[in-house]
């Protein structure tokens, strides 16, 4: 996405604020555009690194609707003050549904690659256990093992498949904990903006 259409999808997502303060706003993310293009960024990566216009107006409008219930104007009636707070609850339940089903999907493919790469690991280790001791009780006889040649062969097979997949499930368990943690920090970012 380039800067005009962020920018245009920003402004009108953002109809529901003051003019002043959707125009500092808008101001603001024009001046990161220009600081990514003098940094040599393209607008499409600018526009990524920014993220979806539209969850972050709903943000600008949570903080808004909070900030006028919290610090009401002078005069204002409590009704007012009350519809502040409900819209301010309102478009924030909207942003964290966008952001768990926006975010469900990859994170439910992700697990089922790690889980999968899991399962993999574990039964080449298994299957290399169990190839080994075939190996040094001979194989069950002439049926699956007709030389001894073989059967090193096998033991050598096996002790190569339990290393890899000894190795696998340790990079496995280190991206795992990297994982999960990440997982971890962007609940806590939406529960933060959820209580904001």
Known sequence: MNETTFLSEMQSALGGLPFEQREDILVEYRSHFFEGKERGKSEEDISKSLGD????????????????????????????????????????????????FFMLVPVLIYAAFLGSAWLLAGASVFVGLIFFILGLVGGGGDFVLSNSSAQWALIFYSVGAVALGSLVSLGLFALSRLSIRALMKYIKLNINLATA
């Open 53 to 100: 216009p539209r969850a972050v107006a709903r943000s600008y409008i949570a903080d808004y609707h909070y900030t006028a219930w919290r610090t009401p104007a002078p005069g204002q009636s409590v009704g007012k003050s009350f519809s502040h707070l409900i819209r301010a609850v309102f478009v924030t339940f909207s942003l964290l549904f966008f952001n768990f």
